[in-house]
């Protein structure tokens, strides 16, 4: 399971697929990029300031070099962009999207809202989402999971990725930069929220 693999201390090895740009009309559309493979190097001992907050690196019992296996979602500005779910499906960099997941034209998916700062566009997005928005949709805010205190206690630049596992759970990871790898910071288990909820801040 991708969410043991990628635990506190954790090394890996991976290039963050650049942002899609298209239109910003607010429409939900497939996700473009295949990914780029991750690799998990090891566990490190090393501390970043203030620790791993609060508590050692985990050393997880995987040969070095193993890969981690997912689908990767695309961040569309000003679109909401979707893949349908086979494995474990990453996304990010995060800010504040709403990451969510729900049945779509038949099919289990996944959905990143790109949101951004012009507010015309992002209302656009929420129109577009909810309007479509599956009847059986959860989902969750993978940035607000980190205060900006557990950031800044790594000592190091930051960058926070979601995962949405097949089994349907959701997961908001810390990610340290290194040299040439990531070290994960930490990996937070978030309650989702349900299609009310979701409705409710789409509005």
Request: proline fraction near 6%; hydrophobic fraction near 40%.
């Amino acid at each position: 399971m991708i969410e043991n693999l990628l635990v506190a201390g954790a090394r890996i090895r991976w290039t963050k697929p650049n942002t899609v740009a298209q239109a910003q009309d607010g429409s939900i559309v497939a996700s473009v990029n295949a990914g780029n493979p991750m690799t998990y190097l090891g566990s490190t001992q090393a501390q970043p300031r203030g620790g791993l907050f609060h508590r050692a690196p985990r050393v997880y019992q995987a040969p070095a070099n193993t890969p981690v296996p997912h689908t990767w979602l695309d961040y569309i500005p000003g679109r909401t962009a979707y893949v349908g779910q086979g494995h474990d499906v990453l996304t990010g960099f995060m800010s504040g999207c709403l990451i969510a997941r729900g049945t779509y034209n038949g099919a289990m998916s996944v959905f990143h809202m790109g949101t951004v700062e012009n507010p015309v566009a992002t209302n656009l997005v929420k129109i577009g989402f909810r309007t479509d928005l599956p009847g059986n949709a959860s989902g969750f805010y993978p940035a607000a999971a980190w205060t900006v205190g557990e950031r800044a206690a790594t000592g190091m630049a930051t960058d926070i990725v979601a995962l949405v596992t097949s089994a349907g759970s959701f997961y908001s990871i810390l990610l340290c930069h290194g040299v040439n790898e990531y070290i994960v910071g930490g990996i937070k288990k978030v309650p989702p929220l349900n299609r009310v909820a979701i409705m409710a801040r789409l509005m």
